[in-house]
């Protein structure tokens, strides 16, 4: 982050960079290809000796505006910005590992980033998956082989915290990527450099564009990681830049310009505008998810309520000495003689969707939907409950909300 507060910074930091007509947002750039006078320029730019645009799946003025924007979010050294989030995390995976490598990932997560990993274990990389609530799970774990260490800060849907901060010591002796899904908290609740992450990832689609207009992604080096020493860097990159730089060089590289899951100059500037309101909105849904959780547990036909904000929940004492708020995902699960697609049914202002970080309150049933996929026992694993729900909380009147809630406990009789 620069001296400025984050909000400051969200709203001007366009501005600061001296965009075209003294615009208040970076302009959206249209053009696939950048054309120059001088042939010389054109190849000085290929061979990074200069800066300038050549290729728009590679970089972009609009994409990199919104880059410099989640720079100064998460503080760190550079980003590259993807078409979404699993664009993003697909391609870390692509430009640091090989054949033989070895992942140790947080069970807790997301569904398509585990669908992802079980890919990735077909083309020759394994994966163990650990409780990434404790430490001693990891160190475990970790072998000879293993390459990178993947976590999210609060898992979804069962809002787990992960042992950030010990993980990341270990992860920074052993000279291991650490890798950090920051969606659920956003770089204005956690910046996960905090915690010695080599990258923070988040999906831009969720609370940094935050109103379910626009998909996106980003990977941004936090600055901490040595990688003189990195067994992964490409030779060819290693001459003409600076050792900082090799992640993020081979990341837009290998990761963005050859893997091509690139973001488009529409979708980043949507993006951009949302995330000015990012620390309002994250205020006021934390406020209300805060409201509802402690609502929640007091209901009879409630057994279960997953928030970090809540006394009960086994990393609270964590979440509220890592993340400024604890963010406004939470699930719950209703006693078993109920039908979770029935109560669903018959929430009024709550949407049913699968998304989350949106301005509106959304809610799904997750057994059936989106971890239909990996199956009971796998769910059970993961702590999934048959009839969890999932609610990520908006920016309503609370009154609204715990009323909608109200009416559909009622009717369950
Ligand atoms: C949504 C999400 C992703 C994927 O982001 P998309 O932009 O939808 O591709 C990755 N990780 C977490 C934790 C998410 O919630």
């Known amino acids: 982050m620069t001296a400025k507060g984050f909000t400051t910074t969200a709203l001007h930091l366009d501005r600061w960079a001296k965009p075209e007509h003294g615009a208040m947002h970076k302009p959206i750039h249209t053009s696939i290809a950048f054309g120059y006078e001088n042939a010389e320029d054109l190849a000085a730019i290929f061979q990074g000796r200069q800066k300038g645009f050549a290729y728009s799946r590679q970089a972009n003025p609009t994409v990199q505006a919104l880059e410099n924007r989640v720079t100064a979010f998460e503080n760190g050294i550079g980003s590259v910005c993807f078409a979404t989030g699993m664009a993003a995390l697909g391609a870390i995976f692509f430009a640091f590992l090989k054949r033989d490598d070895h992942i140790v990932s947080s069970e807790f997560l997301f569904g398509n980033t585990a669908s992802m990993l079980s890919t990735l274990e077909q083309i020759g990389v394994s994966v163990t998956f650990v409780d990434a609530t404790n430490v001693e799970k990891v160190r475990e774990a970790i072998t000879p082989k293993t390459r990178l260490v993947l976590v999210e800060t609060i898992a979804n849907p069962a809002t787990q915290v992960a042992d950030l901060e010990r993980i990341g010591d270990l992860c920074h002796q052993r000279n291991l990527l650490y890798v950090v899904d920051n969606t659920v908290t956003s ?41 003189s020493n990195d067994p992964g860097i490409f030779e060819g990159y290693k001459a003409s830049t600076a050792v900082e730089q090799w992640g993020l060089v081979q990341l837009r590289r290998k990761g963005l310009r050859d893997f091509g899951g690139t973001l488009s100059p529409e979708a980043a500037n949507t993006l951009s505008l949302g995330s000015e309101t990012m620390a309002l909105r994250l205020e006021r849904s934390s406020d209300n998810a805060q409201k509802l959780s402690e609502f929640l547990a007091s209901q009879k036909a409630v057994v279960e309520v997953n928030y970090p904000g809540l006394s009960t929940h086994p990393q609270h ?89 109200a009416q559909a406990l009622q009717n369950l009789g």
Not at 352 to 374: H, K, M
């Open 187 to 227: 770089p204005y609740l956690y910046q996960p450099k905090l915690a010695k992450a080599t990258f923070s990832v988040n999906s831009l689609s969720k609370y940094i564009g935050g109103h379910g207009a626009a998909l996106g992604g980003s990977v941004t080096d936090c600055g901490v990681h040595d990688w």
């Open 317 to 405: 004492a964590l979440a509220k000495r890592l993340f400024k708020r604890p963010s406004a995902l939470l699930s719950f699960a209703l006693d078993d003689k109920y039908d979770p697609i029935a109560f669903m049914s018959s929430l009024k202002v709550v949407v049913n969707s699968t998304n989350l970080g949106d301005t509106r309150t959304l809610g799904i049933a997750v057994a059936p939907t989106i971890f239909f996929e990996l199956g009971r026992e796998r769910r059970a694993a993961m702590g999934i409950r048959e009839g969890l729900i999932r609610i990520s909380v908006g920016i309503e009147d609370i009154e609204d909300l715990l009323a909608d809630f």
